[in-house]
């Protein structure tokens, strides 16, 4: 049974497709416009971050620095009141 009504129903639909496949490009582009400006705002953001973090870490590396040249100057004095104590020891011993 061919209803009249279906063939028409079947061309509206072949009209209505260019339609959509426009609105689905819009869509498209619209989404990428987007996508672009939301990227350009994270990288500014990123930057802004940066720019606050990078003076707290160099402060956070200059410490550490600090940190350690201050534990091998006592590491080397250890050595140092070792080898003292050391010849001290072997002083006493031997009289």
């Not at 819009?26 to 994270?42: D, G, P, Y």
Request: hydrophobic fraction near 40%; charge should be negative.
């Amino acid at each position: 049974m061919n209803h009249p009504s279906r063939g028409t129903l079947a061309h509206g639909n072949q009209a209505a497709t260019p339609t959509r496949q426009s609105i689905s490009n819009q869509s498209i582009e619209l989404i990428a416009f987007q996508t672009q400006r939301v990227a350009i705002v994270l990288e500014e953001l990123m930057f802004k971050m940066y720019d606050h973090q990078t003076p707290i870490i160099q402060a956070k590396l200059q410490e550490l620095t600090d940190t350690l040249q201050r534990i091998e100057q006592l590491e080397s004095e250890l050595r140092d009141f070792k080898q003292a104590l050391s010849v001290f020891h072997a002083d006493m011993t031997e009289k």
